[in-house]
């Protein structure tokens, strides 16, 4: 697939900043094209308004474009945060984490009035299927492997890529990729694995589809979807 669906998905979610605005920004390579046009309004309109980044990798990306950034300890409420995501239903529950982000993402997905996810068409499915990562502490990994696995999954410990061992969030935590097959309650399976001591989140996001908007690029264009 081309960039131009996720270029054409961040760059609409970017014309939707407005001057003062706290901005989540979110991780990955979909919202990087977000940040792109964010730079070059910056640069060329004078566009003023502070992003709160959900990484490492995003605030890095941030500050090459220009990006004036902040915390949620200074904006504990954001007007927007524009982010991606790995799959989404129709109903708007998402799954997220890909990146090992999906912990921030969802303080900076709660702590936002409206939330704008931008996918390619890739990510939009009927049914919710995909790996679904949880990151746990890596003093409780065996019972929460155990746990996770008596809910039906078989969770797989993410390993770093040029790196030997495990991946190591931003957070210090380790990352369980658990594969549940077609997942039919997203917001029963997500509730179940938050009660499990040792888990700092999943990858499952149920509880935001009433201010979430996803824009889907397209080769040309966006289809834009929302429940309000
Ligand atoms: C990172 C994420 C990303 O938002 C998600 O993986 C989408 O990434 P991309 O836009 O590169 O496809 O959840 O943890």
Not at 31 to 48: C, D, K, T, W
Not at 92 to 106: D, P, T, V, W
Not at 184 to 191: D, Y
Request: charged letters at 25%.
């Amino acid at each position: 697939m081309t960039a131009e669906p996720k270029r054409n998905a961040g760059y609409r979610a970017a014309a939707m900043v407005e001057d003062g605005m706290a901005v989540g920004l979110g991780t990955g390579s979909t919202v990087f094209f977000a940040m792109e046009r964010l730079g070059e309004r910056i640069a060329g309109e004078g566009l003023s308004f502070t992003g709160i980044p959900t990484s490492y990798q995003a605030a890095i990306r941030a500050r090459r474009y220009g990006i004036p950034l902040a915390g949620l300890d200074e904006y504990p409420e954001l007007d927007v945060a524009i982010d991606g995501a790995d799959q989404v239903d129709p109903a708007l529950n998402l799954i997220k984490g890909r990146g090992a982000a999906h912990l921030r993402e969802k303080c900076v997905c709660d702590a936002a009035r409206e939330v704008i996810i931008v996918v390619d068409p890739s990510k939009t499915v009927d049914t919710l299927s995909a790996p679904v990562p949880v990151e746990v502490l890596p003093f409780a990994l065996a019972g929460v492997s155990r746990r996770l696995s008596l809910l039906g999954a078989a969770p797989v410990l993410r390993e770093g890529v040029k790196k030997d061992g495990p991946v190591v969030t931003d957070n210090g935590n380790f990352i369980l990729d658990c594969d549940f097959g077609a997942i039919g309650e997203p917001e029963g399976l997500e509730t179940a694995i938050a009660a499990i001591p040792g888990v700092l989140e999943c990858g499952l996001f149920t509880a935001y589809t009433e201010k979430i908007t996803v824009i889907v690029g397209e080769k040309i264009g966006c289809r834009v979807v929302s429940l309000h």
